[in-house]
């Protein structure tokens, strides 16, 4: 196995096959074999994902030491603390995607991409099953497995949610909020609207007071004062945001001095904030709310609501802890070791929000999780130990996340910081954490291309104003 891997099709679609890797059939099944480790003897290492984590490790990995494979269904990464941006149009979609491929050529990486979305592993056999996009079924074997497929967002069931709400966890999820933005808009400009109708379309309800939440609401707040004041203000004066919290404040994790000013500030631009507020169940145009000190419900009317309440492991770690369940018992995601191995399997590590450990499912976390995976991989090939690679990264100083601070973007050109330093960490919000929050995004972006078509894109806003058309 570790020679060769197998690529096998159904025969759903099996026109898309490679023709050249044909060899033999298979009762209903395609077969198709491809050389995965060469001859010198290169074990085969598959990452999934293309989000923070595995993409760092990727841009860290000696790739000339192991076959590797990315396998994702998003063929580029995606920068996520820009995506509330998206959904207004302060940032344009392509200029926070870099496309894989981008990646690893500029890195001069020996590495093959396969669009699709892992559904099925065999751990014993070491296999895995992938879903195209032109839905045909392939398997693939690996030596080694990295899993980094990340989050997505959690209902917790509750009712009408997945139905109505929208989410803000991928680019289509942003694009989809700035199509019913404007859909909403334009709607509620017909003259036959009734003005209460026209107040309950213009009513954008978010649920959730943590980072996301917190972010989208300013980034809406600055859409509503910065351009629809201007192009429609007989509509722009109906608009209101409600955020819905059920904890008593929003932004939890942060400085409870930050927390007081962000209150204030979204107080300040005019958005409505129900703490202590829990979201019952979704109607098509109303919400019911649970107050959750005295208990009573109330309804509310909404045009658009966007539902921010927190993140969930995705599918196939769930996939992954059924092959393991008397070990992998947590289910909000794979429980990892302190040398990110998932524990219960062999040659299977993972990182990011598809994991649960001590640390908490942030961006930064999974990044410097990828770092110290290819560090140790890298490291593992140089002792030439790539047989025992288990106990190899097991021997290594264990993962320590070092927190470098965080940071929001909570609207009118403000920001919130709150930065480690020594046994203490500064805090700071207003307009300059909001320029230090802009000069963390262009730095961090994974290209000089992203960073200069962000600046272009702010350039543009100030200048012009959101480009508020939608195609
Ligand atoms: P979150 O889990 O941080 O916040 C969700 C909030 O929704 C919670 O405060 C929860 O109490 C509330 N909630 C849950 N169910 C509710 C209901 N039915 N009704 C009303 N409120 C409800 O989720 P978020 O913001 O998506 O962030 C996920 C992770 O990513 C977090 O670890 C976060 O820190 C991180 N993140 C960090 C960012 C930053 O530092 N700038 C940006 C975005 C995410």
Excluded at 210 to 232: C, M, N, Q, R, Y
Excluded at 301 to 318: K, L, M
Excluded at 349 to 373: E, F, I, R, Y
Aim: charged share 20%; aromatic share 8%; with cysteine.
């Amino acid at each position: 196995r570790s020679l060769m891997h197998t690529f096998v099709l159904s025969s759903r679609n099996t026109h898309t096959a490679p023709a050249h890797k044909l060899l033999k059939l298979q009762n209903h099944r395609r077969s198709y074999t491809t050389r995965t480790t060469k001859p010198d003897g290169k074990k085969t290492l598959v990452l999934l994902g293309t989000g923070w984590g595995s993409t760092t490790m990727l841009k860290t990995l000696d790739t000339s030491n192991f076959n590797v494979i990315v396998v994702s269904p998003r063929n580029y990464f995606l920068f996520t603390p820009l995506l509330p941006s998206c959904t207004v149009g302060t940032t344009e979609n392509r200029s926070i995607m870099e496309p894989i491929r981008h990646i690893v050529g500029r890195n001069n990486k020996d590495v093959r991409f396969y669009e699709a979305q892992c559904t099925d592993i065999d751990p014993k056999a070491k296999q895995l099953t992938l879903q195209t996009p032109s839905d045909t079924v392939a398997h693939i074997s690996y030596d080694y497995l990295v899993v980094g497929v990340g989050g997505t967002y959690n209902t917790f069931g509750t009712p009408g949610v997945q139905e109505h709400a929208l989410f803000l966890k991928e680019m289509q999820d942003a694009s989809k909020i700035r199509r019913r933005l404007k859909d909403t808009i334009e709607r509620a400009g017909f003259e036959d609207t009734t003005l209460e109708e026209r107040k309950r379309l213009l009513h954008m309800v978010v649920v959730g007071g943590g980072p996301t939440g917190v972010e989208f609401a300013g980034e809406l707040h600055d859409l509503i004062t910065e351009d629809l004041s201007k192009w429609v203000p007989g509509l722009a004066k109906h608009v209101r945001i409600t955020l819905v919290e059920a904890l008593p404040h929003v932004l939890p994790s942060f400085d409870p001095k930050l927390v007081k000013y962000t209150e204030h500030t979204l107080r300040k631009n005019g958005i409505q904030l129900m703490t202590g507020t829990t979201v019952k169940r979704v109607g098509r145009t109303t919400l019911v709310v649970r107050d959750t000190k005295d208990g009573r419900e109330s309804e509310i009317p909404y045009g658009n609501i966007v539902w921010a309440a927190g993140i969930q492991a995705r599918e196939f770690a769930h996939t992954l802890r059924a092959k393991v369940p008397h070990v992998q018992t947590n289910a909000r995601g794979l429980i990892i070791d302190d040398h990110l191995r998932v524990k219960g399997t062999g040659d299977i590590w993972a990182l990011g929000d598809c994991t649960v450990s001590k640390n908490a499912p942030l961006a930064q976390v999974a990044s410097q999780q990828g770092k110290w995976l290819a560090r140790a991989f890298n490291a593992m090939a140089k002792e030439r130990q790539a047989g025992d690679a288990y106990n190899s990264i097991a021997a290594k100083a264990p993962f320590v996340y070092a927190s470098k601070g965080s940071l929001a973007y909570i609207g009118g050109e403000r920001a919130i910081a709150e930065i480690p330093a020594f046994s203490t960490s500064i805090t700071a919000g207003g307009p300059l954490a909001s320029l230090f929050w802009k000069s963390y995004c262009l730095w961090e972006l994974f290209s000089v291309r992203s960073s200069l078509s962000v600046a272009t894109d702010w350039a543009k806003r100030a200048v012009f104003g959101r480009h508020i058309s939608v195609d």
